[in-house]
Every structure is written in C-alpha cells, then in structure tokens.
C-alpha cells in the first residue's frame, strides 16, 4: 500500500482541491505523525506550485459576493451617517473620491476601497494592501469596475 506522501502527491497532482482544503489536510497529517517534516515541506510546495485558478474560484467567487454585500452595506450606512455624501472632500457627483495617483504616503486605496476614474466606478479587489496602480489600465487583478 502507498505510503501518506504518495498519497497525498497524487491529490495534489489531481489539482482538484483548494489550496486552502490541501493546506489544511497536509497539516493534519502531519500533526498526526502519517508525514514527515520533509514530506510536508514538499507537499507544501506542490501544492504552490501547482495551484489552479479552477480549483480557488468557486471559493473565489464566494468571497467575493460576500464581501460585495458587506462593503455595500457599510456604504450605505456610511451614505446615511454622512448625509449622502461618501469619501469626504474630494468626491465626485458619484459620491466616491476621484482617483489620484498615489503620493508614496497616503493609505488611500485599502481593499475595497472604490473610486471614480475615467467616467468609471472601480473597487480595489487586492487583498489586504495598498493599491498603488491606476484603475482601468492594469489587469482586473488590481481594480474591477464597480457597479454600484
């Protein structure tokens, strides 16, 4: 019979499975004694480099609906707390601040942050830092259009 390792290679390789259910799945074993630190090291880094853009987006997609909802319902509470007006001084008739290119300095363009640019709506979709590139002009990777 195959060994753990084995095992656990041949899922990897399957690439059918989250990084996160793998990622969670390595450690248990290992915390169970069935890997060795080696093993696990070499799992780990399979499991890196053969992630799949299939297997997170189901995952992905769920995220992301959810932290639509919550954004815009903290928008909307924002909206009545300000008045109807978000972004403070510098909104545009949308409500949301007009992109700037980044000072070097500011905090300004945090996850979810949304503004307008190019007659457009975009939300940061990076994950947990600064967004420093224009909206619209680098991949969907950084800024999608917001459709409020």
Known sequence: MANMF??????????????????????????QGRLTDGEKAELDRMVFENQTVDAEKGELDALYRTLVEKYNALEARVLALE??????????ESG????????????????????????????????????VWEPGVVDERYWTEYIA
């Open 6 to 31: 084995e095992l656990m290679k041949s899922v990897v390789l399957a690439k059918k499975q989250s990084v996160e259910e793998l990622t969670k799945r390595i450690d248990a074993f290992w915390a």
């Open 83 to 92: 008045g109807g007006v978000s972004g403070g001084e510098g909104g545009t």
């Open 96 to 131: 949301y601040p007009a992109w700037e290119p980044w000072d070097g300095v500011s905090l300004n363009y945090q996850p979810g942050a949304i503004v307008e640019h190019r007659g457009k709506l975009w939300i940061n979709v990076l994950e947990s830092m600064q967004n």
